[in-house]
């Protein structure tokens, strides 16, 4: 699976917008890019994934480039429960393996 | 709560001895993954089966590791004679095999290992 880069920690206030970003320049055509967050003492949580398109559900939106290299995570309105670990991993779709290949994340402060 | 379970949550044990955690998955899900977790690091994978079927394993996966699933429902994950280094957070995942691109997968709170 192709590598993602993100960064190691970012704050944000309770009631604000996060944008979580995520570079994966060496992504393929068949990839998609899952969004997963691990909460404190907690195993992980799925949270969004996407391949071309932007992609909305009840917990975050996705935001995908145009040329697919990059995309953000986006967390509406941050609140002090969402303070996790969260990892962008990119799934190759033309495989049958399963793994995931957690990289180190981004360690999301969420401030009151 | 038909989530993920293993069983146990903690685990303390001495350098040398044998441990066996367990994990059951929902239950209709047909695949089922162990990662392994150290402090400040992500999840590392370490084998999945699909149906009782043992279809990968990674390098991490030593000859002191085996992993079962007999029947294609709970899984279990032995350590012989464990190691200090063996001291993390084992965690189990289940899935439905799918399109493997969009395939999502279900963690249990998984089981930390202490080895002293």
């Known amino acids: 699976d192709a590598k993602t880069t993100q960064p190691n920690s970012m704050e944000s206030n309770e009631e604000e917008p996060v944008h979580l970003p995520c570079n994966h320049s060496?992504?393929?055509?068949?990839?998609?890019i899952h969004w997963y967050r691990q909460l404190p003492s907690q195993g992980p949580e799925y949270v969004i994934h996407?391949?071309?398109s932007n992609v909305n559900n009840r917990m975050a939106s996705l935001a995908i480039a145009e040329d697919r290299k990059s995309s953000t995570l986006i967390l509406h309105r941050a609140t002090l429960r969402d303070a996790a670990v969260y990892y962008c991993?990119?799934?190759?779709?033309?495989?049958?393996?399963?793994?995931?290949?957690f990289g180190q994340g981004t360690t999301l402060q969420v401030k009151p | 709560d038909t989530g993920v379970s293993q069983d146990p949550r903690h685990k303390i044990t001495k350098r040398g001895q044998n441990v066996t955690f367990r994990c059951d998955p929902i239950s209709e899900h047909n695949r089922l993954y162990w990662y392994r977790q150290t402090l400040g690091q992500g999840p590392e994978f370490l084998t999945y089966f699909q149906n009782e079927a043992q279809l990968e394993k990674s390098r991490l996966l030593s000859d002191r590791f085996s992993a079962e699933r007999p029947k294609g429902s709970f899984s279990t994950l032995e350590i012989q004679r464990t190691e200090q280094g063996d001291s993390a957070m084992y965690l189990c995942?289940?899935?439905?095999?799918?399109?493997?691109?969009?395939?999502?997968?279900?963690f249990g709170p998984g089981t930390r290992l202490l080895v002293l």
């Open positions: 060496t992504i393929s055509g068949t990839d998609y």
């Open positions: 991993i990119l799934r190759d779709g033309s495989s049958n393996t399963g793994k995931l290949i």
């Open positions: 996407g391949l071309t």
């Open positions: 995942a289940s899935s439905i095999t799918g399109t493997s691109g969009r395939e999502t997968q279900y």
